[in-house]
């Protein structure tokens, strides 16, 4: 990644812990950013910010369940009295509940899909975008994924429509930011299947 336009940033990404959201963190801090990662289990996030930290990147973090809207106050919070500005929130968190028929997923299950996948991203960009407001601008990027452009899915109902909701919720925040004073840049990636080499025997 081009070190210029990364460097002393401070990019937050949710889920970080491993896989894609720990991929987007080091790239960010090899690249010079600050990063401030965070995901469920304080235990896995402890160990992430120790490992990048024994590469010499400057990272923090803490733990952060984007179903629960306390838990991201608390990261935004954190990485303000920390760094005192966001310049990008990644919102990666995402569960995927395995390749099953609709009729094989408990009730639960979809409940924590759809807490995580829908409702921790409406949450992350609720609250990030007022800051990005008051500090003129600020990038957001949600993570979206298969089913992400209403395409059927197969065996994966649930995880498919909660990324079609991604993808409609930030075209509609990126709508309602292009007609503020804000230069927020809300944007939507889909990355391709892949299995990181943090995720490896998982
Ligand atoms: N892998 C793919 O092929 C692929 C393809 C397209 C899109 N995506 C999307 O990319 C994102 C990352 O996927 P991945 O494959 O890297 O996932 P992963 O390897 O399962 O890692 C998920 C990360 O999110 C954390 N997490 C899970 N639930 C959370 C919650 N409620 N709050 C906060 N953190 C949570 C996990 O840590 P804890 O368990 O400690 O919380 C972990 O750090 C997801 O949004 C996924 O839908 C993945």
């Known amino acids: 990644m081009e070190e210029g336009k990364l460097k002393d940033k401070v990019v937050v990404v949710t889920g970080s812990s491993r896989g894609i ?3 987007i963190a080091e790239a960010c801090a090899a690249a010079g950013a600050h990063v401030v990662i965070g995901s469920r289990s304080e235990e896995a996030v402890r160990r992430a910010v120790s490992e990048m930290q024994a590469k010499g990147y400057s990272a923090g973090g803490i ?24 310049d990008v929130w990644v919102n990666n968190a995402g569960l995927s509940g395995g390749m099953r028929p609709l009729e094989e ?6 409940g924590a899909i759809i807490d995580t996948n829908i409702k921790g991203v409406l949450e992350g960009c609720r609250q990030v975008m007022p800051i ?8 957001l990027i949600n993570i979206s994924g298969l089913g992400g452009k209403g395409e059927p899915a197969e065996f994966s109902t649930v995880y498919a ?17 292009a007609s503020s004073e804000t230069r927020g840049c809300p944007t939507c990636w889909t990355p391709w299947r892949c299995r990181p080499p943090s995720s490896a025997g998982r």
């Open 105 to 110: 997923i408990p009730s639960e299950e979809i």
């Open 161 to 177: 429509a909660s990324k079609a909701a991604v993808t409609s919720l930030t075209k509609s925040i990126a709508r309602d930011a």
């Open 63 to 86: 733990p952060c369940d984007v179903s629960k809207p306390a838990d991201l106050e608390r990261l935004l919070r954190h990485t303000l009295e920390t760094w005192q500005r966001i």
């Open 132 to 139: 990005f407001r008051k500090q003129g601008k600020g990038i």
């Open 21 to 23: 959201g720990r991929a």
